[in-house]
C-alpha cells in the first residue's frame, strides 16, 4: 500500500446552506411541495419546487420516478434512490458533499427531493475542475467511492464560502466499474490521510454499521457489497485510482 500524502489539515469552512441538515432533511421529508418550473436542460425529469413546513420555507428540486428515461445499463426507475444513496454516503464521509436529499411522495408520485443550492456564479467552472482545491480533491475520492459515472464539470457547486457541493449522481453505484469524471489531476497520486481515515470508516459503517443498512434500503446486495469493495481496493492500493480501460473516462459533454 502507498504511503497516504501528507498535507496541511483541511478546516471546513461554514455550513453553506442558510440551514442545517437537522433543519433542512425534516423539511423536505414532510413539507408541502409547490412546483414551481422545469430546468428544461436536465435529462431527466428536474422540477424547481418550494417547500414549506410551518413557518419554515426552501427552494428545492424535485426528480419524480416516473420522469427517469430509462438507461440500458441501469434498472429502470432507480435514480432518484441512488440520489439518496449518494448524500448517505456523503453523510457518512463528514464532508457534506451532497445537499441534504430524501426520497418521498411529490405532486407526481415518489422522488427525489434535495435542497436547492445557490453557487457562486462569478467562479470559473473550468479552473475549479482543474484545480488542486482540496474540497474537489474530497470528491474525487467521494465518486470513487460511489462509483459516478457522470461527474461533469457542471455537477459542481461552488458557494460564496468557499464550499463545493456535488449533485446529479443517479447514475451511481453500478456493480460495474464506471467511474466517469472529469477529476483525473489526482489519478495514481496517493491519497491523502485524512481520505485514508475517512474511507477507514466508511468500511466499518458499510460492513456492520447503520450507512450498510440504509444502502440496502435503497439499493441492491450486490450494489452495497460492490461499494464496500471499492473503499477497501482505495485502502489497499493507497492512490487515487486511473481510468478504466473498457469505458470512456470523461462524460460528454465535460462541463
Excluded at 442558510?18 to 422540477?47: I, K, Q
Excluded at 454516503?89 to 458533499?97: E, R
Excluded at 439499493?219 to 469493495?229: D, K, N, R
Amino acid at each position: 500500500m502507498t504511503a497516504p500524502e501528507s498535507e496541511p489539515a483541511i478546516k471546513p469552512p461554514p455550513r453553506p446552506p442558510s440551514m442545517h441538515d437537522e433543519e433542512a432533511l425534516p423539511l423536505l421529508r414532510d413539507g408541502r411541495l409547490e412546483v414551481a418550473g422545469r430546468l428544461v436542460e436536465a435529462t431527466n425529469m428536474t422540477l424547481y419546487c418550494s417547500v414549506k413546513l410551518g413557518s419554515r420555507t426552501a427552494a428545492c428540486v424535485y426528480k419524480p420516478v416516473r420522469g427517469e428515461r430509462p438507461l440500458w445499463d441501469f434498472p429502470d426507475g432507480t435514480l432518484a434512490a441512488r440520489e439518496v444513496a449518494a448524500f448517505e454516503v456523503s453523510q457518512a464521509t463528514g464532508w457534506s458533499i451532497v445537499p441534504p436529499t430524501v426520497y418521498r411522495e411529490g405532486p407526481f408520485g415518489p422522488g427525489m427531493v434535495q435542497l436547492w443550492i445557490d453557487t457562486e456564479r462569478e467562479i470559473d467552472l473550468t479552473r475549479l475542475v482543474k484545480s488542486r482545491n482540496p474540497l474537489v480533491r474530497r470528491m474525487a475520492v467521494f465518486d470513487a467511492v460511489i462509483n459516478n459515472s457522470d461527474r461533469k464539470g457542471g455537477h459542481l457547486l461552488p458557494l460564496p464560502t468557499g464550499h463545493v457541493y456535488g449533485v446529479d449522481h443517479g447514475v451511481s453505484f453500478s456493480v460495474e466499474d464506471k467511474l466517469r469524471t472529469v477529476l483525473w489531476q489526482w489519478r495514481g497520486k496517493p491519497l491523502a490521510r485524512e481520505a485514508v481515515v475517512v474511507l477507514a470508516k466508511l468500511e466499518r459503517d458499510i460492513e456492520s454499521g447503520s450507512l450498510g443498512r440504509r444502502l440496502r434500503e435503497l439499493l441492491t446486495l450486490e450494489e452495497v457489497e460492490a461499494t464496500w469493495q471499492r473503499v477497501r481496493r482505495l485502502l489497499d492500493t493507497g492512490v487515487h485510482p486511473y481510468p478504466s480501460e473498457g469505458w470512456p473516462a470523461i462524460p460528454w459533454p465535460p462541463i
